[in-house]
């Protein structure tokens, strides 16, 4: 095997041969521990993105990384042709901590959201009595829920689907967060609503108070199911467990990923009832790798983790602390700091970019989301000295810029 050392190798012979799908900070990362990460140099940075909320528990934590180590010693990938003895245990963890009686695991997030689109249109017409090939599903402009030809199909954003039709149809936009728009756009053919309780991608857009419980209201006045992809949101991100909890909704399916995997595995997974997971009979749906046993490990590693550690308690608490110092910062490029628990954007009148630049120069790696939005989702294991640390270098770039 040819190792190469060098940040600038590394560049050159990613660029050569890897596909241009991405435009990444110019930082490679090659060493990780909790919050910080380090390039082939030796140079640290805190990651404030956490691999888009990936990194919930920060980089390799010792706990989910022994879990890794001993389950690798036992037993990997079975399929599902045979039971594993790590997949029920799981399921039961999700299903009491989303309040449902079945999880049906995969592995992406896309793949979790297409499982939910899936059981929601066998609902349609299997229960709801909706006539073949007629069910629609609601969903928000705005929106991100993943890369499949399916997903993309209700893209609102051109860069997400451009040429990449014909597109799935049955799906109806409608803007995010306006529960008139909801209203009029509910037929009797209407399955589903699809929705993320915070849009990640979409720039951290809250929706306004209130929206969540009336769309939740107007789903069960119409025989709607509402789907909640908390795949970003979800495992204390954002100060709850989910960020439906924060107005006490009970979506119908839960659609979840990311910090699942504790960082270190793609496991996604949906809960729900059984009046609406019992659409799908064996054969019907399915993953080689979804479920499988080293990925459960993980993910109940990483679940005790959560509870052990109190990170939804943490991220609330460090949240507000956090948002409150950003808002600190009188500077007037800054439109809002937005943000709950550790999900954190400042939107910008100008392009974000160049502000994650100067932070990496620093040693903060954050994104923008949306072009003029900077995002800060540190792991949810961060300190209040790390937190300081950081909030002084992001005081710092945005001193720089006014000069
Ligand atoms: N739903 C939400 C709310 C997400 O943020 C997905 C679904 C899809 O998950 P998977 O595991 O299929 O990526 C996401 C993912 C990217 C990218 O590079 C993805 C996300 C955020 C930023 C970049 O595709 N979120």
């Known amino acids: 095997m040819i190792i190469i050392t060098s940040t600038k190798e590394i560049l050159s012979i990613t660029e050569q041969y890897g596909a241009r799908n991405y435009l990444p900070l110019p930082v490679v990362l090659s060493k990780g521990e909790g919050v910080w990460v380090e390039d082939p140099e030796g140079n640290r940075y805190m990651d ?10 920060g980089h390799r934590h010792p706990k989910i990384i022994k879990t890794l180590k001993d389950q690798a010693d036992m ?7 045979f039971h594993n003895d790590r997949l029920g245990p799981l399921t039961e963890i999700l299903a009491k901590m989303t309040g449902k009686e079945k999880v049906l695991p995969m592995n992406t997030g896309a793949e979790a959201v297409e499982t939910a689109l899936k059981a929601v249109r066998r609902w349609a017409y299997r229960k709801k009595g909706i006539p073949a090939n007629k069910a629609e599903v609601i969903v928000c402009n705005g929106n991100f829920h993943g890369r499949t030809i399916t997903v993309v199909s209700f893209s609102s954003d051109e860069s997400y689907n451009k040429d990449y039709g014909p ?6 936009l409608i803007e995010y967060g306006n529960i008139d728009a909801l209203r009029e756009a509910i037929t009797p053919n209407t ?3 699809l929705i993320e309780p915070i849009q990640g991608e979409g720039g951290i857009i809250i929706p306004p108070e209130g929206f969540l419980k009336e769309a939740y209201q107007l789903c069960r006045e119409n025989n709607i199911i509402f789907m909640a992809d908390e795949i970003q949101t979800g495992f204390g991100r954002t100060g709850k467990q989910f960020a439906c909890d924060w107005e006490g909704v009970k979506p119908d399916i839960y659609i979840l990923g990311k910090a699942l995997g504790g960082g270190v595995l793609p496991i996604s997974a949906i809960t729900a009832d059984d009046s609406i997971m019992d659409v799908f009979e064996p054969g019907s749906h399915g993953s080689t790798f979804g479920g499988n046993p080293l990925a459960c490990a993980v993910a109940i590693s990483a679940m005790e983790v959560l509870e052990e550690e109190k990170l939804v308690e943490k991220s609330l608490e460090s949240g507000k602390y956090f948002v409150d110092e950003l808002k600190k910062i009188d500077n007037p490029q800054i439109v809002e700091v937005r943000g709950k628990g550790l999900l954190v954007g400042i939107e910008l009148k100008v392009k974000a970019r160049s502000y994650c630049e100067d932070l990496m120069k620093l040693g903060i790696l954050s994104k ?12 949810l294991v961060a300190t209040r000295e790390e937190l300081d640390w950081a909030v002084d270098k992001i005081k710092k770039v945005f001193a720089d810029k006014a000069n």
């Open 368 to 379: 923008e989301t949306h072009d003029n939005v900077i995002r800060f989702t540190p792991p």
């Open 167 to 172: 597109f799935t149809p049955g799906f109806k």
């Open 48 to 57: 404030m993105l956490s691999a888009y909320s990936a990194m919930n528990f």
């Open 75 to 81: 037993i990997t990938v079975t399929s599902r042709a």
């Open 191 to 193: 399955a589903g609503l």
